[in-house]
């Protein structure tokens, strides 16, 4: 049974691909949190993989708070670029596959469909920056690599694990009484974590290799996305679409960073199925 190393276990993704990968059967499941081995530290990074000595080596740990990397730079390249080619020379030492996990963000927005794995990249904020330099260092130091780029996430450990995540807050508020206002002018492809961890176990099972974009088809405004939600709750309130110009933020965001796959062994249930999924898992529908 080959081994996988996970590091960032206990992130909103890392601990569905922990759940997902143990059910499966068909792997030894070795999970990491930032306090048993920081990506950043290199000894400690490099101690875990040789003694562990993985076939997969999962890298989902990262610095995301995106407002935040404006002012704080240095950190998020520590953790989304330097932090990756540590994992991904480790994983090399032994032959092992890096799978880095990386993120819409690596796109300018520009383009008005669904981005696929061939559209070249051009971020537009220090978030996104950080991450395409992960994904060079992951493709010069690994002699086998899986990058995994993913968008607009929504999972259980976001929701109960770090202080909520966007569909909490929107039924937070409404469930409040209060008025809401969501952009409308960005897009997106909510990706439900469930889902995308069990993409990536089918991937990893059929040995994929290269780039793949995992994401819920289909795509929607934040506005479009928080109205489902509360349709589905049948939950009525008020809910108003503004421009994002309403809602000025440290780091720009690109205006369509929605994601399709070239790949057929990525493809994903529609992300309003997936929303409901979701809603019915954390108790919000019986």
């Known amino acids: 049974m080959d081994k996988i190393l996970i590091f960032g276990s206990a992130g909103q993704l890392g601990s569905d691909l922990v759940d997902v990968l143990q059910k499966s059967g068909s792997f030894d499941v070795i999970p990491l949190t930032h306090e048993m081995a920081d990506c950043r530290d290199t000894d ?25 990397c404006e002012d704080h730079a240095t950190d998020a390249f520590a953790v989304n670029a330097i932090g990756a080619l540590n994992i991904a020379r480790a994983g090399a030492e032994i032959d092992a596959c890096c799978v880095y996990i990386s993120t819409d ?4 927005g520009e383009k008005k469909t669904p981005y696929v794995e061939s559209d070249p990249t051009n971020p537009i904020n220090v978030y996104g920056t950080s991450k395409l330099a992960g994904e060079h260092l992951v493709r010069q130091a690994a002699q086998r690599w ?3 780029r993913m968008a607009s996430l929504f999972g259980k450990t976001g929701a109960r694990g770090k202080g909520g995540n966007f569909i909490e807050t929107i039924l937070a508020k409404a469930r409040r009484g209060e008025a809401i206002k969501v952009v409308d002018d960005i897009r997106i492809s909510p990706t439900y974590t469930r889902d995308a961890a069990n993409v990536i176990v089918g991937l990893l099972e059929s040995g994929q290799e290269g780039c793949v974009h995992v994401a819920n088809s289909g795509n929607c405004t934040w506005y479009e996305f928080a ?9 009525v309130v008020p809910i108003c679409a503004v421009p994002s110009t309403r809602f000025p933020m440290r780091a720009r965001r690109p205006q369509n960073s929605s994601l399709v796959s ?3 062994s990525a493809a994903m249930i529609p992300w309003r199925e997936a929303l409901r999924d979701y809603l019915c898992e954390m108790g919000h529908l019986q």
């Open 44 to 68: 400690a990074v490099r101690r875990a993989v040789l003694q562990c000595r993985p076939q997969f080596v999962i890298n989902s740990a990262a610095y995301v708070r995106v407002d935040d």
């Open 262 to 264: 070239e790949t057929r």
């Open 146 to 148: 899986l990058i995994v």
């Open 227 to 235: 109205r489902q939600a509360l349709d589905s709750c049948r939950i």
């Open 105 to 108: 963000y690596v796109f300018d």
